[in-house]
């Protein structure tokens, strides 16, 4: 059954949404005072100059259902109420997201099984193969372009950039191509993406991203590309990103974005000391935003 929407008078709608229709789609907007809500579906997405419609991280200003008023959790699901927005309201909305100091972007729901555990990718699922490179390389492209722009913008461009679970080596090989002099080391559990990485990165080290192959404080760009939906749980996330931002140099800087969504949120960063620089980003030639976190630790 698909989401349902039912009209209502003096401007106020709502939709339901029962637990067998994806809630982990459904995404609030945190803008100042006020609050969005919607619910992500396809978007469009740029494959070799091409537009076409593909699933991932970016949500559109079509998918805002409104201005969020309150929440109504059932047996068979949850009712979301809402202001209803005009086309240009919702433009506006999408504007003041990437401008306003403090404004966020998150998903509430996590990615449940029948059972009601975290729903998981196996290790099998991550085994390389053309197919998947090609896919996994091919979702990235826009976060790709968001990081360089972003680390260009906060002037973050030299030393040692590490990511603990590289995958493919993609994201640091761009980098690499891009600032020149940078010294990548990836990390990642799988042997098989080692290999394939080895042959795009300086260093390559294969484990547990629980176990940093880098000293305390020793780099100038932490990458987390896997505290994600269907990568780790919640509560991995928490463990791992506290662990794993010890190896940050005070005043580096650390990206978090993923193609789906970001377990830890806006607060979560702030509660750990961390500047937050920038929590939402819109990809270059798109009409839409996703969330792409830029975190300083302090000095």
């Not at 990511?163 to 600032?179: I, R, V």
């Not at 000391?273 to 798109?286: Q, W």
Request: charged residues 25%; hydrophobic residues 35%; proline residues 4%.
């Amino acid at each position: 059954m698909n989401t349902t929407l039912v009209k209502r008078d003096v401007g106020v709608d709502h939709f339901f949404c029962s637990h067998r229709d994806k809630p982990h789609d459904i995404f609030f907007m945190k803008i100042g005072g006020d609050t969005f809500v919607g619910k992500k579906y396809e978007a469009d997405f740029l494959v070799d100059g091409k537009v076409v419609k593909r699933k991932t991280c970016l949500v559109e200003e079509g998918m805002l259902f409104g201005k969020y008023r309150s929440m109504k959790v059932c047996e068979k699901g949850y009712s979301f109420f809402y202001e209803i927005m005009s086309e240009q309201e919702k433009h506006q909305a999408f504007d003041r997201v990437l401008k306003m100091d403090g404004a966020y972007l998150y998903y509430p729901f996590l990615t449940l099984n029948e059972g009601g555990g975290e729903e998981l990718c196996s290790q099998e699922q991550w085994m390389p193969s053309l197919e998947l490179e090609r896919e996994l390389n091919d979702d990235e492209i826009p976060l790709r372009e968001i990081a360089i722009n972003k680390l260009k913008e906060y002037g973050q461009t030299k030393g040692v950039f590490y990511d603990p679970a590289c995958s493919t080596g993609k994201f640091l090989e761009t980098m690499k191509n891009e600032f020149k002099g940078i010294y990548t080391i990836g990390q990642d559990i799988n042997p098989k993406m080692v290999e394939v990485s080895s042959l795009k990165l300086d260093e390559t080290i294969c484990g547990d991203s629980i176990k940093p192959c880098v000293r305390p404080s020793s780099v100038d760009v932490l990458v987390f590309r896997f505290l994600n939906s269907f990568v780790v749980s919640a509560a991995d996330a928490d463990i791992l990103f506290r662990k794993l931002i010890t190896c940050l140099k005070p005043g580096g800087v650390s990206l978090v974005f993923g193609h789906t969504p970001v377990l830890l949120s806006f607060d979560y960063f702030v509660s750990q000391g961390l500047e937050v620089l920038s929590s939402v980003a819109k990809p270059p030639g798109l009409q839409s935003v996703c969330e792409f976190y830029v975190l300083r630790k302090k000095d």
